[in-house]
């Protein structure tokens, strides 16, 4: 009499193909995947955050020109001129809201280096306006 | 006379060549790439300004895009003769999106007159929870 059956034979599964699955899901991943995240500027959230070109007294004004030039109390000054730098840091203590936009012909990535630097002054209640023409 | 010679081609056992370690690697590589990564849109067509901002841009909140061509898409849709309405619609569809705000994604590349008619809308509609999306400087 038989008592024990023979042992049942385990089928030999390859590693093969999962593994070529696995680097291609891998690859795919690799090259499709981005790792920086988008960065965003707020404007203002004390004030609307959009406004007129048409500034009252007591908000400051700053339009940008180029790369590195702005317009402000009619004046062209360099963004990064001890000038601007001073009149930046007496809005901030004033706690004066700064109107910001951009002269017609001027890029967007000036207007947002404009915006950057008062953020980095320490400005935080800016708004922005319509493309100005003339001066 | 055998063509095949058994001795010069073995056939590969994988358990001998300790192999499992590099598969366990290579499943710890696939899992960091799908969880840390997000698949780029390849959308060549919007390369955002630079900034100094350490703010990480919301995900949320109503996106708009202006692209290179000056075209202006509001969910992918091209709402450029219509911005105003369609901005108002958005907002309205959903008051969560009121706290959120509004997130305007501009190629850095336009003219600031570019985003005149959005500037526009968003003071007429009085929106007040505006972010410019940028990307971190290289």
Do not use: C, Y
Not at chain 1, 105 to 131: C, P, T, Y
Not at chain 2, 17 to 29: A, D, E, Q, S, T
């Amino acid at each position: 009499m038989l008592l024990s059956k023979p042992a049942a034979k385990t089928p030999n599964i390859s590693l093969t193909p999962l593994v070529d699955v696995v680097f291609i899901l891998l690859l795919f991943f690799m090259l499709t995947s981005v790792f920086e995240s988008s960065r965003q500027i707020p404007l203002s959230s004390k004030s609307p955050a959009v406004s007129s070109a048409n500034a009252p007294k007591e908000r400051a004004q700053v339009i940008a020109l180029g790369e590195d030039s702005v317009w402000v109390n009619g004046q062209a000054l360099s963004l990064h001129s001890s000038e601007f730098e001073a009149l930046a840091l007496r809005w901030k203590q004033e706690d004066k809201p700064v109107a910001v936009g951009g002269k017609t012909g001027a890029k967007i990535q000036h207007l947002i280096s404009l915006i950057d630097h008062l953020h980095s002054i320490g400005l935080r209640n800016i708004n922005v306006f319509e493309s100005v023409e003339q001066l | 006379m055998s063509l095949r010679n058994s001795k010069s081609t073995p056939s590969v056992d994988f358990s001998d060549l300790g192999i499992l370690p590099l598969i366990n690697v290579v499943f710890l590589l696939l899992m960091f790439f799908m969880i840390a990564g997000t698949i780029s849109s390849q959308d060549r067509s919007l390369e955002l300004p630079t900034s100094s901002s350490e703010e990480a841009q919301a995900r949320n909140g109503i996106q708009l895009e202006i692209v290179e061509s000056g075209v202006v898409l509001l969910n992918g849709e091209n709402i450029a003769t219509e911005i105003h309405t369609q901005l108002q619609q958005a907002f309205r569809s959903s008051e969560s999106t009121e706290q959120q705000g509004l997130v305007v994604r501009i190629s850095k590349d336009l003219e600031v007159g570019a985003l005149d008619d959005v500037l526009i809308a968003i003071r007429d509609l009085n929106i007040k929870t505006v972010q410019i999306a940028t990307q971190a400087r290289p």
